[in-house]
């Protein structure tokens, strides 16, 4: 499941994105963010948060860094101002 909601983004990364102008307000961009949370998270969680900030971005928000956090969060990352290293779950079969 988790590869496949990553080759959604993906394919929205390749196909859809360019034909918009770049709007994201935070970095790294939304699509970026997704697939590092599915990474680390796993699908539900990471799609959770990826949903969540797809809200967050919006003309009102001021935007700025917004790395997935280590620990599970719907709300913006406000404490790390570098990447964090990450360890990235496999996905498992079912």
Same mark, same amino acid.
Do not use: W
């Given at each position: 499941?988790?590869?496949?909601l ?8 390749r ?11 935070y ?19 990471g ?14 928000v001021r ?18 101002? =570098? =990447? ?11």
């Amino acid at each position: 499941m988790q590869n496949l909601l990553i080759k959604i983004v993906r394919g929205y990364q390749r196909f859809i994105s360019p034909l918009f102008p770049p709007s994201c307000r935070y970095y790294p961009t939304c699509s970026t963010y997704t697939i590092h949370a599915l990474k680390v998270h796993g699908s539900m969680k990471g799609s959770l948060m990826g949903v969540a900030r797809i809200l967050r971005c919006h003309p009102f928000v001021r935007g700025g860094i917004d790395y997935v956090p280590i620990k599970f969060s719907l709300k913006r990352n406000q404490v790390d101002q =570098e =990447e964090p290293r990450y360890t990235y779950r496999k996905h498992s079969h079912y």
